[in-house]
């Protein structure tokens, strides 16, 4: 037996699963956590926490380079973990209708 949450759950993801599959609409709600990663890196270099690491980056380092790097990780961040979320909600949306179809199919 589906409880209330999973039968929400179930409605939920029938409306919005194509919506949510869309590349743009993961790229710009995932840009937050990409940006977040990407500002750590950033950050990092900034603190001279690692003085070998700062002194290597700026004398050979392009700043161009690093700034491309930076967008690269971000957008690459931002689109995996809205597809991997997507994915996550839609492997337990065909578990739940799986187990309601089952059950559907034991109780006559």
Avoid: H
């Avoid at 919005?16 to 840009?31: A, V």
């Amino acid at each position: 037996m589906l409880t209330k949450q999973e039968e929400k759950f179930l409605a939920y993801w029938k409306e919005n699963r194509e919506r949510e599959k869309k590349l743009l609409r993961q790229f710009f709600i995932g840009l937050p956590a990409g940006l977040l990663i990407s500002c750590g890196i950033i950050l990092s270099l900034d603190l001279n926490w690692y003085e070998r690491a700062n002194m290597v980056a700026n004398s050979s380092l392009n700043p161009w380079i690093l700034l491309i790097a930076v967008i690269a990780i971000a957008v690459f961040m931002a689109i995996f973990c809205k597809k991997y979320q997507w994915d996550m909600k839609e492997q337990r949306y065909r578990e739940l209708l799986f187990k309601k179809e089952s059950e559907k199919s034991n109780n006559p």
